[in-house]
């Protein structure tokens, strides 16, 4: 968090926004949230919330609570709770880390047989 915070800094010196990427679960989530918060210059969050590619493997299901990272209206509360806001299901952890991942990008394709972009 504080090398992102630094970037974002060196950013707004030239007036750039920050915009965080690739929050694949709810820890990396709040990290960048609470980044965001503390950051004049950041414009969006990328989250990954109910995309197509997200099969058996949603973002938060390692939730205790998921309110706290909820989206109300298009934008995000603030978090409160201590730490980083959230509280982690650990059973639920361990029991992903037991079954393991076979997850790999998908790929699309164009009627032509040619590769399409994400």
């Not at 076979?102 to 590769?115: F, L």
Request: with cysteine; net charge negative; charged share 20%.
């Amino acid at each position: 968090m504080t090398e992102v915070r630094k970037i974002a800094t060196l950013a707004e010196v030239y007036d750039v926004q920050l915009a965080p990427h690739c929050p694949l679960g709810p820890i990396a989530l709040a990290a960048c949230r609470q980044v965001g918060f503390a950051t004049p210059n950041f414009l969006i969050q990328e989250q990954s919330i109910g995309i197509h590619y997200n099969l058996d493997a949603e973002v938060l299901d390692y939730c205790l609570d998921k309110a706290p990272l909820a989206v109300v209206d298009g934008y995000v509360p603030r978090l409160t709770a201590p730490g980083l806001g959230i509280e982690i299901d650990e059973h639920a952890v361990r029991t992903a880390d037991k079954r393991g991942h076979a997850w790999r990008r998908p790929t699309w394709r164009h009627p032509d047989g040619s590769y399409a972009q994400w």
